[in-house]
């Protein structure tokens, strides 16, 4: 499995694609896309992929539950993505096509020059504006769901004709993220906007039996133990609205210190409240005819909330501060926002 950062692939193609206008011209998911026009351009350096899920038990069985739910499969890049969606990501030949390998190496551009190991120590100070101010970072939960069904795991990955396949083909679980499938979900109307507030990794299996961390030690390992491990799927919860946010600052004068991040994560209760209203709607999903089908369960053994009364919103309060972390996704110190706006660093044009 390559990464369990697909989700800013998917971000950063999403990016890539609004703003240049570009798709890769092999690429035959265009054509299905094409419809939603001005989010989805035409040939371009980035690869955009789909992994090859549509037959597998797992979609089958979540794309019912999602209509059960009054949700519909949807395109993840879609205006209005709320629903289950197969995640798009940037794999090439079996590897992560990122957006260095697509657009800088091996292109010649004379209009752009990077200066690597670069150290500024001082530059002339032209505005005063609020740098380091305003950072935010995704904050969520991962739920582990167990299931009657076969799910992935280390074991699965570990069998000789998926190395095979990988070696040879370049294709099979090896060459895709791991995290195939996607739920965006709206638990409060923000705006006129479909936009979802939260966002639910679906890994393909529990990560505790290692689906991301296929190494060659761990893989040489899970070969000869054995193939009765308990099946599920780990849903990450994701808040992609928070309210909390932090600050980075110099510790001092010297420039060579790393700074000091303080995303202040959780500092807003509403940001607690509201991953709460996403785990209530994870256990209307779970709840489904489908899903109970399958003895869908939630196994929520998290110890250190056991003194508290379980499901109240008390102890998933407990269990986000517990278990909960931040998705890596760290943004927002130099805020865009209106000309005159005190709280923004540059403009819409990044002036
Ligand atoms: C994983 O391996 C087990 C044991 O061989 C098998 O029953 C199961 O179907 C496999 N899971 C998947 C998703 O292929």
């Given amino acids: 499995m390559l990464s369990v950062l697909s989700y800013s692939l998917l971000l950063i193609t999403y990016v890539t694609m609004y703003t240049y206008g570009l798709k890769n011209c092999d690429d035959n998911i265009r054509k299905k896309y094409d419809y939603v026009i001005g989010f989805y351009g035409h040939c371009g350096e980035v690869t955009i992929t789909e992994p ?6 797992l979609y089958k069985l979540l794309k019912t539950s999602t209509k059960q739910m009054g949700m519909d499969v949807v395109d993840c890049n879609n205006p209005d993505p709320i629903g289950l969606c197969i995640r798009q990501t940037n794999i090439k030949d079996g590897r992560r096509h990122s957006n260095s390998q697509a657009f800088l190496r091996n292109v010649d551009r004379p209009n752009l020059h990077i200066v690597t190991g670069a150290y500024v120590e001082k530059i002339r100070r032209v505005a005063d504006l609020p740098v380091g101010e305003n950072i935010q970072d995704h904050f969520g939960l991962n739920l582990d769901i167990l299931l ?5 795991s280390l074991y699965n990955l570990s069998q000789e004709n ?13 060459a895709n993220v791991g995290t195939n499938l996607n739920l ?3 638990t409060e109307r923000q705006n006129k906007f479909n936009w979802p507030d939260i966002q639910v990794f679906i890994n393909d299996g529990l990560l505790r039996n290692g689906i991301l961390d296929a190494s060659k030690d761990s893989i040489m390992k899970t070969q000869e133990g054995n193939s009765a491990i308990q099946d599920g799927i780990t849903l990450t919860v994701i808040l992609l609205h928070p309210s909390s946010r932090g600050n980075i600052k110099l510790r ?9 991040i303080d995303l202040k994560l959780l500092s807003s209760k509403d940001d607690v ?4 209203k996403g785990i209530r709607k994870i256990q209307d999903f779970v709840n489904t005819p489908a899903l109970k089908a399958v003895n869908a369960r939630i196994d929520a053994s998290f110890e250190n909330c056991l003194s508290v009364d379980k499901d109240t919103d008390e102890y998933w309060s407990c269990v986000i501060r517990n278990y909960g972390s931040p998705y890596i996704h760290s943004g927002g110190s130099c ?8 709280n923004s660093v540059v403009d819409a044009w990044l002036r």
């Fill in 148 to 152: 009657d069904i076969p799910t992935m």
């Fill in 335 to 342: 805020r865009m926002g209106m000309n005159g706006d005190p």
């Fill in 52 to 57: 090859d899920v549509k037959d597998t038990q």
């Fill in 252 to 260: 001092n004068k010297k420039p060579n210190l790393n700074p000091a």
């Fill in 162 to 174: 998926e190395l095979l396949e990988y070696f040879f083909n370049r294709k099979g679980n090896y």
């Fill in 273 to 276: 409240k509201h991953l709460i």
């Fill in 184 to 186: 965006f979900l709206e």
